[in-house]
């Protein structure tokens, strides 16, 4: 649905307890929302660290020296580095690619301002979906305080 067809609710109509669901609802898409941020926020550092280790891994000054090769996380080999010129890149869904030192680092940039403009605008979201919780909070707290301190003065706010 596109922003212009939804449809917008009073608030003020709403039950506390329709409220309190909505509040539910908005928490839950702000926690999903702020994990995905921090995924993308993850990932983006992991293409810097990719770009790092080109520059600094693949350098001509180690091309003789012995270096460890990680075949899992925690499992390393000794090796010695083959080709400064290029590196094994991976571009994702176990699809690997031979590039040029200059190509793999490029790739990387390009996938760290990707990941850029996809953050700027899950963070719009975030902020907009935490702004709509603050409003239904403030609601909700004046329909509790209104309900507690009785009926009558409770629709004068």
Same mark, same amino acid.
């Given at each position: 649905?596109?922003?212009?067809?939804?449809? #917008?609710?009073? *608030?003020?109509?709403?039950?506390?307890?329709?409220?309190?669901?909505?509040? =539910?609802?908005? @928490?839950?898409?702000? #926690?999903?929302?702020?994990?995905?941020?921090?995924?993308?926020?993850?990932?983006? #550092?992991?293409?810097?660290?990719?770009?790092?280790?080109?520059?600094?891994?693949? $350098?001509?000054?180690? =091309?003789?020296?012995?270096? *460890?090769? +990680?075949? &899992?996380?925690?499992?390393?080999? +000794?090796? &010695?580095?083959?080709?400064? @010129?290029?590196?094994?890149?991976?571009?994702?869904? %176990?699809?690997?690619?031979? =590039?040029? &030192? @200059? @190509? $793999?680092?490029?790739?990387?940039?390009?996938?760290?301002?990707?990941? %850029?403009?996809?953050?700027?605008? *899950?963070?719009?979201?975030?902020?907009?979906?935490?702004?709509?919780? !603050?409003?239904?909070?403030?609601?909700? !707290?004046?329909?509790?305080?209104?309900? #507690? &301190? %009785? =009926?009558?003065?409770?629709?004068?706010?």
């Amino acid at each position: 649905m596109a922003a212009s067809e939804r449809s #917008q609710v009073d *608030l003020a109509q709403l039950s506390a307890q329709q409220l309190s669901q909505v509040k =539910k609802q908005l @928490d839950d898409e702000v #926690q999903h929302l702020t994990g995905s941020y921090q995924n993308l926020r993850g990932a983006q #550092q992991k293409f810097r660290d990719c770009i790092v280790s080109i520059k600094n891994g693949v $350098a001509n000054s180690v =091309k003789d020296k012995p270096l *460890l090769v +990680p075949l &899992t996380s925690s499992l390393y080999v +000794p090796g &010695t580095l083959a080709d400064s @010129d290029n590196v094994i890149v991976d571009i994702g869904t %176990g699809f690997y690619v031979e =590039k040029s &030192t @200059d @190509d $793999a680092e490029k790739f990387y940039t390009s996938k760290i301002e990707e990941l %850029g403009k996809n953050i700027k605008d *899950l963070e719009n979201i975030v902020n907009g979906k935490a702004n709509n919780l !603050r409003v239904v909070e403030e609601v909700l !707290r004046q329909k509790v305080l209104a309900d #507690q &301190t %009785g =009926k009558p003065g409770a629709s004068s706010s």
